[in-house]
């Protein structure tokens, strides 16, 4: 078996583990920039013996905390085909992180080495990429460190977005593959999707877009998009790009800011090309999750400011595909995914068209859940999207191509650029952008005839600071609660009590928090209903 503990042992010490109890959650390790040296230390040590228990296929670390604030970061683990880590490994990442001593790390490592028989046969080989925070350069320091003591072949992605590095890592274990999924380097994306965007959009002209880059690594990936589509494909105003000033990442800005607040990036009421009418949108801090919005008044009026969220996009985007699917005649099924903090309006309005599954909160189950239909489109309201094409769904429209005609073989070319340009490894802030830029020109919509599909009900949302928040237990797709007892009924008491009433409750899986929602028909009796369940919530823990 195989650990190279002396190494390991000997590089240990200079990323000795902080006093604090580490996670590995719905996005990995995320807390204070200033105690995760060692646990990126360690992370680079478990990665290579992840990619040894793929048989030396490639597997990616990204150093980001997405949309939080600027002195947090993180890091998580992309698995060999660019997908989330597999859930398994979740618990031994912990256990690695959280162990005390030098020994104890050994001992934690070893088990893993143990339970998956793992050898020195294959070279392990970890691709590594992060953002803009100005913590991150020396957390990627200590995953070198890391990958060094374990012998491990690594790739430096650099600087780059979470989508990019999931598109690093699937590129990087096909290319022997008879479809490989691009060259796997920053240019070879941007070439990937640009080329597909050419494809699909031909020459319908999307409107124009005004981008907030959330003052982070979006805005390099958007201008690296751009310098490789053909001059004046988009035109786009890119705002809030200011990478690298330090306090500026996600302040006042970007799609977490936005969706939560409902409300402009700070300071657009002075810019020029924020004009009623336009479509604008926001990526956050390692551009995965994308919202759009737009005004019908002056800048300065919060009342004119409409959000296009991720409900928003999921209904768009299904409508269309079904519609596209409809056309070539397959019999494939198309489906959505949702969560709890879909706005009902959205599920309602859907659920007329294409089946629905709702999940639990964070991508890795919306992900899983999309992959049981031939085509699944997943959004979070909070942005975080994609579209996925099953490869019965794959051959067949590729089988279909051969002998298709007229619209058919339109409809089937344009789902096939489309499964091109989709980055379908993850929720892609610039390939979700380019996705929503085709079905707009195509449907010659602008956005307000986009938000017009169906109205959101109003909803609020909050935080509950409590003692402990594993007391809270929920089922039914975390639409009920079964513990603390007595409250899901009290809860049920007061939704009874609203016109289209609805609320949950939910521990954070990010955050030492609990979340309360809640909607209504009024927007009164969503304020107050998420604040008598917040207050239920309180008494109650
Ligand atoms: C993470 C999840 C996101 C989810 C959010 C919920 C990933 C990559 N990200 O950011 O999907 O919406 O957590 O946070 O899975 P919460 O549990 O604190 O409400
Ligand atoms: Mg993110």
């Known amino acids: 078996m195989y650990l190279p503990e002396h190494e390991i042992a000997d590089a240990s010490p200079a990323f000795p583990k902080p006093d604090q109890r580490l996670v590995y959650g719905t996005a990995g390790f995320r807390t204070k920039a200033d105690v995760l040296?060692?646990?990126?230390?360690?992370?680079?040590?478990v990665a290579a013996l992840r990619s040894l228990s793929l048989d030396g296929a490639a597997v990616g670390l990204m150093v980001t905390a997405s949309h939080n604030p600027e002195p947090d970061n993180g890091i998580k683990m992309v698995d060999s085909m660019g997908q989330?880590?597999?859930p398994e490994w979740e618990p031994l990442c912990t256990a690695v992180a959280n162990a005390e001593t030098v020994d104890e790390l050994i001992r934690e490592l070893r088990r893993i080495v143990d339970a998956f028989r793992l050898d020195g046969t294959n070279e392990p080989h970890v691709v590594y990429a992060w953002d803009t925070r100005p913590s991150s350069p020396a957390l990627v320091d200590a995953i070198r460190a890391g990958l060094r003591a374990m012998g491990a072949k690594s790739t430096e992605g650099g600087l780059l977005t979470t989508p990019q590095l999931h598109y690093l890592v699937l590129a990087s274990n096909t290319l022997q593959s008879p479809k490989p999924f691009g060259e796997p380097t920053e240019q070879g994306y941007y070439r990937k999707l640009a080329d597909a965007y050419v494809a699909v959009a031909g020459d319908r002209r999307p409107p124009p877009l005004v981008v907030d880059c959330a003052n982070?690594?979006?805005t390099r990936a958007l201008q690296g998009l751009l310098h490789v589509l053909p001059p004046n494909t988009l035109e786009i105003t890119a705002l809030r790009t200011a990478v690298g000033e330090r306090g500026q990442l996600n302040a006042g800005c970007?799609?977490?800011?936005?969706?939560?607040?409902q409300r402009l990036p700070n300071g657009y009421a002075d810019e020029s090309a924020v004009q009623p009418g336009t479509l604008m949108c926001s990526f956050d801090g390692d551009a995965d999750r994308i919202?759009?919005?737009?005004?019908?008044?002056?800048a300065s009026d919060p009342a004119s400011f409409h959000l296009l969220d991720g409900d928003k996009i999921a209904s768009l985007a299904a409508d269309y595909l079904a519609d596209l699917v409809k056309t070539t005649g397959l019999p494939l099924q198309l489906g959505c995914v949702q969560t709890a903090y879909a706005n009902g309006a959205s599920t309602a309005y859907l659920e007329a068209k294409v089946p629905i599954t709702c999940t639990k909160t964070g991508v890795k189950h919306l992900h899983h859940a999309a992959e049981q239909y031939d085509v699944g489109v997943y959004f979070e309201a909070n942005g975080h999207g994609t579209v996925l094409f099953s490869p019965r769904a794959m051959e067949q429209l590729e089988q279909a191509m051969a002998n298709a005609e007229g619209a058919k073989a339109a409809a089937l070319r344009e789902l096939l650029s489309l499964a091109v340009m989709i980055n379908q490894t993850v929720g892609d802030a610039l390939s979700?952008?380019?996705?929503?830029?085709v079905i707009l020109s195509a449907r010659a919509?602008?956005?307000?005839?986009?938000?017009?599909?169906?109205?959101d009900l109003p909803n609020r949302l909050a935080k509950v600071s409590v003692r402990d928040r594993t007391v809270f237990q929920t089922t039914d797709a975390e639409r009920r609660l079964t513990s603390p007892a007595t409250l899901q009924a009290q809860i049920d008491e007061l939704v009874r009590a609203v016109p289209s009433g609805r609320a949950f409750v939910r521990p954070s899986g990010t955050e030492d928090c609990v979340r309360v929602y809640a909607e209504a028909a009024g927007s009164e009796d969503a304020e107050r209903l998420v604040r008598q369940v917040s207050e239920l919530v309180s008494s109650s823990a």
């Open 37 to 45: 040296a060692s646990t990126c230390f360690r992370m680079g040590i």
């Open 84 to 86: 989330m880590l597999a």
């Open 216 to 218: 982070g690594v979006g």
């Open 254 to 261: 970007g799609a977490d800011f936005v969706k939560t607040q």
């Open 291 to 298: 919202v759009f919005y737009y005004l019908t008044g002056p």
């Open 432 to 437: 979700d952008m380019l996705l929503v830029l």
């Open 445 to 455: 919509w602008d956005a307000r005839a986009w938000d017009a599909c169906y109205t």
